[in-house]
């Protein structure tokens, strides 16, 4: 039972210390890019982002430390001879192997049902809102008769009030459009009432009018993840989980008679590591 206890602590602990690493690297990366929008955001919505990226991201880090972890263990046992100390006892190296290999299990279930559940696309579906709610933010913000440029949508008015715009003037890439009043919807639509479309086809230029024209402020928000990505991108976190159950052996047995060195035990379980990702990048093209 303390032999068991120990294989398995050590594991645990190990894989622990290097998913944080793994996370925090990760998560200082997307966060790099979504800041901006996140300290603009009420709060409320702010942390929901946060705590979703955050348990998306943590799952994803242990998944990848998987091997890391005891390629690490595997190497502080061999360096402090304690498997010289396991023989002495008359403990085999399948014997050795057993504890790690059900602790290898039970992440593995665990974590797949869990990569299922914390999927990419529920982040991906909050970070579009908050581009919408940024995306109206500012344009709430924008003084009468001023310029608001952003990628493609260039936008201009005489007065506002509230989300009512009045003498309005907006480009989308080759279009421009004069309205007498827009409204500024929920979903980050301009709806333009009373309007002039200037645009060019076949080499002419058209002037069309018409009562209504929508504005999408970055293309329309969708309340449910399309099914299809939502199917890929969890069967890309259950192929990181179930990669290691009949791997784990094999990586345990090549650490244990072949590496003499903590820079090779490291090297082996990146290669590792690299295997596991692009298997699951093969099931989630196949899904």
């Known amino acids: 039972m303390l ?7 050590g594991y645990v602990k190990s894989l622990l210390s290097v998913s944080l690493l ?13 800041f901006h929008l996140i300290v603009t955001m009420p709060l409320g919505d702010a942390l ?8 998306y991201t943590y ?3 242990i998944a990848l430390s998987m091997f890391v972890a005891g390629g690490n263990l595997i190497y502080r046992l061999k360096e402090h001879k304690i498997f010289h100390t396991f023989y002495t006892f008359g403990i085999s190296d399948r014997r050795i192997l057993l504890p790690l290999q059900l ?17 990419y696309q529920k982040v991906s579906h909050v970070s579009k809102y908050l581009k919408f709610q940024f ?12 310029f608001f440029s952003e990628r493609e949508l260039s936008f201009f008015f005489e007065r506002r009030e509230g989300n009512h715009f009045y003498h309005v003037i907006v480009k989308t890439g080759d279009e421009i459009v004069t309205a007498r009043s827009a409204r500024l919807t929920p979903d980050g639509l301009l709806l333009l009432k009373k309007n002039s479309l200037f645009t060019s086809v076949s080499g002419y230029n058209v002037i069309m009018k018409s009562d209504e024209y929508k504005v999408g402020l970055g293309g329309s928000f969708l309340y449910k993840p399309p099914r299809e990505k939502f199917l890929k991108d969890a069967a890309f976190g259950v192929a990181l989980f179930i990669f290691p159950l009949p791997v784990f052996p094999l990586f345990f047995f090549l650490l244990l008679r072949r590496v003499s060195s903590r820079f090779a035990s490291y090297m082996w379980a990146l290669a590792f590591t690299f295997l596991q990702f692009a298997f699951a990048l093969t099931i989630k093209a196949l899904v």
Do not use: E, H
């Open 103 to 119: 602790a290898v299990v039970a992440l593995s279930l665990v974590g797949a049902a869990a990569a299922y559940v914390a999927n």
């Open 3 to 9: 032999f068991t206890d120990y294989l398995i602590g």
């Open 22 to 34: 793994f996370f925090l690297f990760t998560l200082a990366v997307q966060l790099f890019n979504t």
């Open 48 to 55: 929901l982002f946060l705590l979703l990226l955050g348990i």
């Open 59 to 61: 799952i994803l880090s």
């Open 135 to 146: 995306g109206k933010q500012v344009l709430l913000t924008v003084p009468p008769r001023s």
